[in-house]
T-cell receptor, first 114, second 117 residues
Framework: AQSVTQPDIHITVSEGASLELRCNYSYGATPYLFWYVQSPGQGLQLLLKYFSGDTLVQGIKGFEAEFKRSQSSFNLRKPSVHWSDAAEYFCAVGAVGGADGLTFGKGTHLIIQP | GAVVSQHPSRVICKSGTSVKIECRSLDFQATTMFWYRQFPKQSLMLMATSNEGSKATYEQGVEKDKFLINHASLTLSTLTVTSAHPEDSSFYIC?????????????FGEGSRLTVL
């Protein structure tokens, strides 16, 4: 069965500092990997996704993520965070070409210090 | 990008009543939609897969008689919480994927917060 682990429940970063959110997955097939962001009381917004090809993917709002197959990881990074980045971040995995829903990690709550 | 809309965004109901939540894909057709449930400060748990023109597929532990799903058209799926109880209070989110067997990306609705008194 597939699973996604986000080991950090909360992360606090100073505004302007760099950010890395960790994500590890377990999946029996070739995975699709996603990062979503959720503001309080809102739905989810896609930040970026990896299907194939270049393992470093660029997303919206200055985020990027790197797929490392050997480590089963898909960590999210941003070189300089803004106060508006404070939110809940979810890593998710799905099947390539599949018709199933995604499996989500438990999320990482990002707090931005002034 | 593709837009998925949910209605209502918030609903409060009395215990024992039924509540219907709609999920619409506004600019694409979706043969498959997904319903997720999110408890406070928790992740999203897939409840069921809604298939246009056929019965929904429920995840283990989800009561299909409790959470009725109807996918009447290629742009509309509904979730009805029947005989709602306070423990059904949650944030329900739908998602849809354009086409079949495509990129795998899901587009999410804004969510519907259900509060059962």
């Amino acid at each position: 069965a597939q699973s996604v682990t986000q080991p950090d429940i909360h992360i606090t970063v100073s505004e302007g500092a760099s950010l890395e959110l960790r994500c590890n997955y377990s999946y029996g097939a070739t995975p699709y990997l996603f990062w979503y962001v959720q503001s309080p009381g809102q739905g989810l917004q896609l930040l970026l996704k990896y299907f194939s090809g270049d393992t470093l993917v660029q997303g919206i709002k200055g985020f990027e993520a790197e797929f490392k197959r050997s480590q089963s990881s898909f960590n999210l990074r941003k070189p300089s965070v803004h106060w508006s980045d404070a939110a809940e971040y979810f890593c998710a995995v799905g099947a390539v070409g599949g018709a199933d829903g995604l499996t989500f990690g438990k999320g990482t709550h990002l707090i931005i210090q002034p | 990008g593709a837009v998925v809309s949910q209605h209502p965004s918030r609903v409060i109901c009395k215990s024992g009543t039924s509540v219907k939540i709609e999920c619409r894909s506004l600019d694409f057709q979706a043969t498959t939609m997904f319903w997720y449930r999110q408890f406070p400060k928790q992740s999203l748990m897939l409840m069921a897969t809604s298939n246009e023109g056929s019965k929904a597929t429920y995840e283990q532990g989800v009561e299909k008689d409790k959470f009725l799903i109807n996918h009447a058209s290629l742009t509309l799926s509904t979730l009805t919480v029947t005989s709602a109880h306070p423990e059904d209070s949650s944030f329900y989110i739908c998602s849809a994927r354009p086409g079949v067997g495509m990129s795998g990306e899901l587009f999410f609705g804004e969510g519907s917060r259900l509060t059962v008194l």
